[in-house]
């Protein structure tokens, strides 16, 4: 039955379709950082599932090396400013709740 009802709420709130329209939007935001900053490689994802791709060179997409610390340290200070992120080698993993 909470199961069933659960369904019922993704479907009257629009749950999927919300996710889709916040998510094209934070992706198009998002997108903006392989301008602005330099370890950004790509931005991409569906829906509100997204992955920031960091790179060693943005021209080459040169991944970065295992020893590098900046995944963490934006993980960190994503942190800091409220936002839990995953680090997944040198991707960034966002899901923000729709």
Known sequence: AAALATLDQIEVLDIPGNAARVGAHLQTRLRK????????GDVRGVGL????????DQTKRTPLPKTS???????????????????????????PPP
């Open 69 to 95: 610390d900046i995944p963490s340290r934006v993980a960190r200070a994503a942190y800091a400013r409220g936002l839990m992120v995953r680090v997944s080698g040198p991707n960034l993993i966002l899901s």
């Open 49 to 56: 599932m997204l992955g920031i791709e960091m790179v060693a």
């Open 33 to 40: 950082l392989v301008d602005t900053c330099s370890f950004v």
